[in-house]
């Protein structure tokens, strides 16, 4: 079996073992999350591109490493997207694209563990102490 570049499209399959989630759930989080497109080609067979691949590693992480709900992952993606949207329209001055992106990463993880910890601080006031 031959590797495929980085920038590659991939199937379903390899997606799955790649991010170790089963095709079904792949499938699942694409219904969920309106962001992620992967190409569709003859007979309905997925290829994603490495920005869906990209997306899927931030979902799997928000979900199973941060604990996140659907509902909530979903909140913070959506989030995100607009606030690049509208970085982007307002950045006219030609700055360092790659300076610029490598910043909007950075304050995306900073926002991801802040909510993290806003979700986990919720549930300690919830949950009554023994």
Request: net charge positive; charged share 30%.
């Amino acid at each position: 079996m031959s590797t495929k570049a980085d920038d590659a499209l991939k199937t379903i399959s390899e997606v799955s073992v790649l991010l170790d989630v089963p095709p079904h759930v792949l499938r699942f989080w694409e219904g969920k999350f309106i962001s992620l497109r992967p190409l569709k080609r003859s007979g309905g067979r997925r290829y994603y591109r490495p920005d869906d691949i990209a997306l899927l590693r931030r979902i799997r992480k928000l979900l199973y490493v941060d604990g996140f709900t659907i509902k909530g992952a979903q909140k913070l993606i959506r989030s995100k997207d607009s606030c690049e949207e509208s970085i982007f329209m307002t950045d006219s001055a030609g700055s360092d694209s790659q300076s610029f992106s490598a910043a909007i990463t950075m304050l995306n993880d900073v926002k991801i563990r802040i909510a993290a910890l806003k979700q986990k601080l919720g549930s300690m006031v919830d949950s009554p102490v023994a």
